[in-house]
Structure formats: C-alpha cells, structure tokens
C-alpha cells in the first residue's frame, strides 16, 4: 500500500520560511518523479514543483520559483520543500504527489500523478 504522508506546515508571517516534508512508503521511490502541489479555498489544484527521480531536475511554477527549493533523498524516500520569503498568496494546502517516471504527461498536470498526500496546510498571514 503506497503511502504519502505530508508534515510541516503550519502558520507563518508574511517574509517566513517553511520547510514541508512527505514520506514516501509502499512505492519505489526512486522511480518516481515527486511533486507538490497547492490548492487554496475556492480554486483549483495547481503545480508548485516538481524533481525528477535522480534529483537532476527540478522545476517550479512561475509564482515560486525563486523563493521554493525542492530537494529528494532517495536513501529516505522522502522529498522536501523549502519555501522561504512566504507571501499570503502561498496561503493552501500543500499536497505532495508521485509520478511514475516514464508515465505519460507532464509533470506540470496534478492528473498525471498516480499517488497523493492527505495534503498539510500552511498559512500565510501578513
């Protein structure tokens, strides 16, 4: 049974950093491309980051990009995000997400993901 279990949001001020966390079980972790995505109240799911299974690549949506790291250990089958300079607009929960490597479609699109976290909320006051 895969299992994604997110950890590490909470509420921040506005300029804060969070560090999430998701651990993977039941899979081959490092056969998979890991994502995290973000949904807030009222809007639909939307891409954050992505790494590739190697850890080679990584990509970030527009909005984050600058201010979210993300990282992989495969050796702890966990993937991380560091989001620093936190605006309230990061305001949602925060879902991580895998994807078997050679499965089709875009890393960019939550349905091309085969397993999903139970999602962490993180919070953003200014």
């Known amino acids: 049974q895969v299992q994604l279990v997110e950890s590490g949001g909470g509420l921040v001020q506005a300029g804060g950093s969070l560090r999430l966390a998701c651990a993977a079980s039941?899979?081959?972790?490092?056969?998979?491309?890991m994502g995290w995505f973000r949904q807030a109240p009222g809007k639909e799911r939307e891409f954050a980051a992505a790494?590739?299974?190697?850890?080679?690549?990584?990509y970030y949506a527009d909005s984050v990009k600058g201010r979210f790291t993300i990282s992989r250990d495969n050796a702890k089958n966990t993937v991380s995000l560091q989001m620093n300079s936190l605006k309230p607009e990061d305001t949602a929960v925060y879902y991580c997400?895998?994807?078997?490597?050679?499965?089709?479609?875009?890393?960019?699109?939550?349905?091309?993901?085969?397993?999903w976290g139970q999602g962490t909320q993180v919070t953003v006051s200014s």
């Open positions: 997400a895998a994807k078997y490597y050679s499965g089709g479609g875009s890393y960019y699109y939550p349905t091309t993901y085969d397993y």
């Open positions: 039941g899979l081959t972790f490092s056969s998979y491309t």
């Open positions: 790494i590739s299974w190697s850890g080679g690549s990584t």
